[in-house]
């Protein structure tokens, strides 16, 4: 799932304790002033930095749901070892990893 402004603000500052709703930068509940709260331009900075390493890992998603399951692959390994590198080649061709 693409990063929220909830997972910014974890990696900002873990231990503050808020909500946002509806994802809204605009509506973050505050619910504890101990702890110095991020500016919303430092949450936006965050977001996006999240979001570049979520869209930089597509290609894994990808892979991920074009493997087969992994008792098929050790069914596979054990029948048919080149087959299944061959099946996982077809993978990784098909979803190459960025350089």
């Known amino acids: 799932m693409k990063p929220t402004y909830a997972e910014a603000i974890i990696a900002l500052s873990p231990d503050a304790k808020f909500q946002v709703l509806s994802n809204d930068i605009n509506q973050i509940d505050w619910q504890s002033n101990d702890i110095e709260q991020p500016s919303k331009e430092t949450i936006q900075a965050k977001l996006k930095e999240l ?8 290609y894994a998603r990808s892979r991920a749901e074009s493997y087969d399951p992994i008792p098929e692959q050790l069914d596979m390994i054990y029948h048919d070892m080149d087959g299944w590198k061959a099946r996982i080649k077809s993978v990784k061709d098909k979803y ?3 350089t």
């Open 51 to 58: 979001e570049d390493e979520y869209e930089k890992q597509s």
């Open 96 to 98: 190459p990893k960025p």
